[in-house]
């Protein structure tokens, strides 16, 4: 039995609907059977005629090299389908197949990955006139491939999802007790003292699901310690003595600021 060729296109999504599935409405394109002909190519009230160049084999014979070698390749003149048309069909011009604009709504499955496609069967395209010219067969399937939109803070590394989260460096030395985003309800991390710059911190069960087993990743959140472009002058003063206590070596002489001379200047 025939079949038709498969087809394909693209669809985005958020990561959101990664985390739960969601449906897609998806356009596209298809060449489909001419109504006005049913496929023949032969204009209404005329009917295609016997192939003359291959006498209705749909196949021509050549031969080459003095007649040493035979051939047997596609007729040129009916493309296989052993007839031909003189009076052409005004809708499709004698191809026996028109585009046709469809639109359908697709179902993506939670956990599918970006670059996954799809599968939505006999969406496709039917059988090629050469080989059915009224479309009777199989028709192929149409290929959704999905696209991932980036997220804004959450990065996707399989099924765990990664955030950088900023800290500052007495959260860090301190510790801290953290309130994290997450696709649903917030979650609570707690950093100790001491954390350093890039230590890892998990959330088990906050990440997406498995496409076949639906269990969930995990959310890893990686510390970034911030260090502060401005400081107030008791911040300043804070850390200066912290630097007397480490007995830290290279710290720059206190500094003012252009509006403090200016200050200084106006106090005399």
């Given at each position: ?15 959101e609907d ?21 496929g ?65 709504e ?13 599968r ?14 009224s ?44 309130e994290?985003?997450?696709l ?9 003292k ?75």
């Open positions: 039995m025939a079949r038709g060729f498969d087809l394909e296109t693209e669809v985005e999504i958020d990561l990664v985390l739960t599935g969601t449906t897609a409405d998806v356009e596209f394109t298809r060449a489909d059977v001419c109504d006005t002909c049913t023949s190519g032969a204009a209404p009230g005329s009917k295609p005629v016997r192939c003359e160049t291959c006498a209705g084999q749909g196949v021509v014979i050549q031969t080459g090299l003095g007649g040493m070698f035979r051939m047997q390749t596609v007729c040129p003149a009916c493309h296989g389908r052993r007839e031909t048309v003189k009076d052409k069909c005004p809708a499709c011009r004698g191809r026996g197949r028109v585009p046709k604009s469809r639109k359908l697709v179902s993506i499955p939670a956990g599918i990955r970006d670059g996954q496609a799809v939505v069967p006999g969406e496709g395209e039917p059988p090629a006139p050469e080989a059915s010219p479309g009777a067969g199989v028709r192929g399937d149409l290929h959704v491939v999905v696209r991932v939109s980036e997220h804004e803070i959450f990065k996707r590394e399989g099924d765990h999802l990664v955030l950088e989260m900023p800290i500052s460096f007495t959260q860090a030395a301190l510790g801290a007790h953290l994290l985003p997450t649903e309800k917030p979650a609570s991390v707690i950093v100790p001491g954390s350093q710059h890039g230590a890892v911190f998990r959330v088990p069960g906050a990440g997406l699901p498995a496409l076949r087993s639906g269990r969930r990743g995990d959310l890893v959140m990686v510390t970034r310690i911030e260090v502060p472009k401005k400081l107030s002058e008791k911040q300043e003063r804070l850390l200066r003595e912290l630097a007397e206590e480490e007995k830290a070596g290279g710290i720059l002489p206190e500094t003012h600021g252009f509006w403090s001379k200016i200050k200084d200047f106006l106090g005399r």
